[in-house]
Antibody, heavy 123, light 111 residues
Framework: QVQLVHSGAEVKKPGASVKVSCKASGYTFTSYYIHWVRQAPGQGLEWMGVINPSGANTIYAQKFQGRVTMTRATSTSTVYMELSSLRSEDTAVYYC????????????????WGQGTLVTVSS | NFMLTQPHSVSESPGKTVTISCTRSSGSIARNYVQWYQQRPGSAPTTVIYEHNQRPSGVPDRFSGSIDSSSNSASLTISGLKTEDEADYYCQSYDSSHPWVFGGGTKLTVL
């Protein structure tokens, strides 16, 4: 069955970086783009960016440009999201979510989500 | 830039029907598909409607989606409300400049 499994919760100090992983299983890793969406406590969903696991090309939301890096390791079917220069406002649950691109074009919705990783930024 | 505006909260009784709106600030609502996600407390979101009005397998037909070009909005309608439908609901769409945009979310209370 399809699974997206996140790495564990992180606590970071302001100014530090965090790298969250999302390990995929149960499907062809390179046929589905992986998006990252975050949710601050009590707040809504915020799209951060997307990576194509096949070619590793990425698109980042303008808000995070220069601070976020998304990468992948095809050998382990894992996608990574690194966010740098952390501040308290980055405290959130970070989700990876899958979009079907197996048919040559991509669908418009997430069909599977990971369970999320809580990142807490505190001095 | 465009925004998707949702009511902050709605409430309705079990067995009734509720509609949640999602208004697009600029650009045609009909031009780019709208999706709807349900998020129960403490859980990741799940898709209940995609491409304006399509239901993923496993989503009951009590959930339906539509768009209204005259008001430039999309709607999620849930009929025969159950207590398990109590959750936050988010609309989502996109355009060529903004790959994925979410609405602010609507808290549905079933009381």
């Amino acid at each position: 069955q399809v699974q997206l499994v996140h790495s564990g919760a992180e606590v970071k100090k302001p100014g530090a970086s965090v790298k969250v992983s999302c390990k995929a299983s149960g499907y062809t890793f390179t046929s589905y783009y992986i998006h990252w969406v975050r949710q601050a406590p009590g707040q809504g969903l915020e799209w951060m960016g997307v990576i194509n696991p096949s070619g590793a090309n990425t698109i980042y939301a303008q808000k995070f440009q220069g601070r976020v890096t998304m990468t992948r390791a095809t050998s382990t079917s894992t996608v990574y999201m690194e966010l740098s220069s952390l501040r308290s406002e980055d405290t959130a649950v970070y989700y990876c979510a899958r979009v079907d691109c197996s048919g040559g074009s991509c669908s418009n919705h997430f069909d599977y989500w990971g369970q999320g990783t809580l990142v807490t930024v505190s001095s | 830039n465009f925004m998707l505006t949702q009511p902050h909260s709605v409430s309705e009784s079990p067995g009734k029907t509720v509609t949640i709106s999602c208004t697009r600030s600029s650009g045609s609502i009909a031009r780019n598909y709208v999706q709807w996600y349900q998020q129960r407390p403490g859980s990741a979101p799940t898709t209940v409607i995609y491409e304006h009005n399509q239901r993923p397998s496993g989503v009951p037909d009590r959930f339906s989606g539509s768009i209204d070009s005259s008001s430039n909005s999309a709607s999620l309608t849930i009929s025969g409300l159950k207590t398990e439908d109590e959750a936050d609901y988010y609309c989502q769409s996109y355009d060529s400049s903004h790959p994925w945009v979410f609405g602010g979310g609507t808290k549905l209370t079933v009381l």
